[in-house]
């Protein structure tokens, strides 16, 4: 396994749109496990593939306390949506921001397990709002690009601050 560098915001890679995987293969299962690496160690509880600048419909999640509740999604596709919920998000593209979004509060999930069989979920909390993130990452979407012009400045000039600082 290997860590994966994760693109920063506002990388222009993070807005491609990812393709559908058309065969669940040994190299999408290798990818799937470098990610999960990659998002433990970060730490954080998503990751999608574009974050690591490869753009096909991947994503792991793991909401659990132990880190021990791996979920990989492969061409995730939300069929059904309830409610509203607005909570404090953040992200590892945009390391030391947090701002609220508001999300659907319960999502059904239709996706390709990694021996490529097709699965449903139904999820809501946290689980939910990472699902629908996540998704976002996929279609070229941070959740940045939810909040107003202002508050997208402030956070662009504050990551090339951070960037600055860190090069
Ligand atoms: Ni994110």
């Known amino acids: 396994m290997a860590l994966l560098p994760i693109l920063r915001f506002p990388d222009p890679r993070l807005k491609k749109v990812a393709l559908p995987i058309t ?3 040994n190299g999408i299962r ?3 496990a470098d990610m ?3 998002m433990y160690e970060a730490p954080g509880i998503g990751l999608a593939a574009t974050q690591v600048d490869v753009h096909k419909r991947l994503m792991v999640i793991d ?3 132990e880190k ?3 979920c990989v999604f492969i061409n995730p596709e939300i069929v059904n949506q309830a409610g509203s919920e607005t909570g404090e998000e953040g992200c ?3 390391p030391g921001i947090y701002d609220k979004v508001e999300r659907a509060a319960e999502v059904t999930v239709r996706y390709l397990d990694l021996d490529g069989k097709p699965q449903q979920l139904a999820a809501d909390g946290l689980l ?3 699902i629908q993130h996540e998704i976002d990452h996929l279609n070229g979407k941070v959740f940045v690009d939810h909040l107003s012009q202002l508050k ?3 956070i662009r000039n504050k990551m090339a601050k951070q960037a600055r600082v860190t090069a």
Do not use: F, G, H, K
């Open 23 to 25: 065969n669940v293969d």
């Open 30 to 32: 290798r990818l799937a």
């Open 36 to 38: 999960a690496e990659t």
């Open 63 to 65: 909401v659990s306390e």
């Open 68 to 70: 021990n509740a791996l």
């Open 92 to 94: 590892l593209s945009v």
């Open 128 to 130: 939910a709002v990472c």
């Open 152 to 154: 997208q400045t402030r």
